[in-house]
């Protein structure tokens, strides 16, 4: 099991973000992530990252407790641009490169080619839909085991979606690979989800197989998440 | 390139351009001030008192930046939200926070050497004369640079916890980091003391007199155990805010 929650809280100051979730993400597979703002999604995957630590409840990624060295092989793509403005674009994945030993920068500048980016500009000077496919580049410029993807279309112009989803179908290595995405754009990543998690204020709504999901409902992804919200 | 190493030279890289600043203006107002040095102290006119005042602003900012730009270092990057890709990073989370408080050091040792080195070319101008004797600059040059370096370790230190209880706190998180500092002041003062003397055992540093650049007699002497106790005060204090944001400092 690449992914082992059980009993998951996380209090906050004044409020719960998380009310004792329990999952189990196989290795190899594509989560959906999806909630409301404020379900507890993002915080979640600050967890799982090991940005934040939980109030009580197991975490084990790959049997391991979430820390130093379960990072070496978990890619982290929070919703807010993580960036240094100052640094250049390929200066900021050179810094990256040097924490992970699977780092390819052959891979990383073809990433950052891909992702129609220019090396030498200040990450700074790019606009939000060029820091998401920035994101998304270092992510795939080496084989992470995990990806934890945080909103990674929000406030994104639709030609860098486009270009995200891309890199997303042509870089994800089935079955090695294992992705949870939180996301609201359902109808854009639908296909790419194999497994889904409905989040509500802070609890699991609704847990399992995508297609099994659609055909038992007779609905899709976005109508299951619009019943579930209300 | 080691990850250590590559966080270091990414916070020095980050503050190389107020340093920079700092490092021109520190080495400008020196400078002047030798140019404008008034050596007649008979005479203490305005001259004489202006003629001062680029050192005492070079001093000022060799001893308020370092912790300010500490205390900015690690704001920034909450600021900023560049927190969230060095917590993902594979490494204790106290690294990042010891690589800032290094630049701050080294970079605080920079800016007073050349303050001090001026200062110290200013007293070999107009205090060098033949028959008659001085203090032995070499041990006051010593003396200055160790006062100096204790004193950042020791205000290096302060920031760091205060940082660290800053960012362990939820709410009131500048109330806390400035009750902190009261608290552990207040602490500092009062052990004081009893700590100097209980370090006593660590002797003394004489300092000499020369002249014609034959070593004299010893004319005073400064404790040990006065550098020792901010020393280890300032070394608490580290390993106090690297400890909170190793264990307890969070996104």
Not at chain 1, 192 to 207: S, T, W
Not at chain 2, 67 to 83: G, V
Request: hydrophobic fraction near 50%.
């Amino acid at each position: 099991m690449m992914v082992h929650i059980q009993d998951l809280w996380k209090r906050y100051p004044g409020t719960w973000a998380l009310r004792g979730i329990s999952l189990d993400v196989e290795k190899g597979r594509v989560l959906g992530v999806l909630g409301e703002n404020g379900s507890g999604k993002s915080t979640m995957l600050r967890i799982l990252a090991g940005v934040t630590h939980p109030s009580k409840g197991t975490v084990l990624l790959n049997g391991q407790k979430v820390g130093v060295e379960t990072k070496k092989w978990v890619a982290y793509l929070p919703e807010v641009n993580p960036f240094y403005d100052w640094m250049r674009v390929m200066e900021q994945v050179e810094f990256l490169s040097v924490f992970y030993p699977e780092w390819d920068m052959n891979k990383a500048r073809e990433m950052v080619g891909f992702m129609g980016l220019d090396g030498d500009k200040k990450v700074g000077a790019l606009s939000r839909g060029q820091k998401g496919r920035l994101k998304v580049a270092c992510a795939f410029s080496w084989p992470s085991a995990l990806v934890l993807m945080d909103e990674p279309l929000a406030g994104i112009d639709p030609p860098s979606r486009k270009r995200i989803l891309d890199a997303l179908f042509n870089e994800y290595r089935f079955g090695e690979q294992t992705i949870m995405m939180s996301t609201h754009m359902v109808h854009e990543v639908g296909e790419f989800i194999e497994d889904v998690i409905f989040v509500k204020q802070g609890e699991i709504a609704l847990f399992g197989n995508a297609d099994q999901l659609r055909e038992e409902r007779g609905q899709s992804l976005s109508e299951m998440f619009e019943v579930i919200a209300m | 390139m080691n990850a250590f190493w590559a966080l270091y030279v990414k916070e020095w890289k980050d503050a190389r351009y107020v340093f920079a600043f700092l490092m021109i203006a520190i080495g400008a107002l020196g400078i002047y001030g030798w140019v404008y040095f008034e050596p007649d102290f008979s005479d203490v006119g305005p001259r004489a008192i202006l003629s001062f005042i680029p050192f005492f602003l070079g001093g000022v900012a060799c001893f308020v930046a370092p912790p300010f730009l500490l205390a900015r270092s690690f704001s920034s990057e909450w600021k900023s939200d560049t927190h969230y890709q060095i917590f993902a990073l594979p490494v204790p989370k106290f690294v990042p926070a010891f690589a800032k408080y290094l630049v701050a050091l080294s970079n605080g040792l920079l800016m007073f050497l050349v303050a001090g080195g001026i200062m110290f070319g200013v007293g070999i101008e107009y205090g060098v004369k033949e028959g008659v004797p001085r203090v032995a600059y070499d041990d006051v040059l010593f003396l200055m640079i160790l006062g100096f370096a204790v004193y950042l370790v020791l205000i290096l230190g302060f920031v760091t916890a205060m940082e660290g209880v800053k960012f362990t706190v939820k709410r009131f998180q500048r109330l806390a980091a400035v009750g902190f500092w009261l608290v552990s002041m207040y602490f500092y003062v009062w052990f004081h003391g009893l700590a100097v003397g209980n370090l006593s055992f660590l002797g003394k540093f004489q300092i000499d007199s020369v002249m014609d650049g034959q070593v004299m007699m010893a004319v005073s002497s400064v404790a040990w155990a006065g550098f020792a106790y901010p020393v280890l005060v300032g070394l608490v204090l580290l390993v106090l805010g690297l400890g909170l944001f190793e264990k307890y400092v969070e996104i």
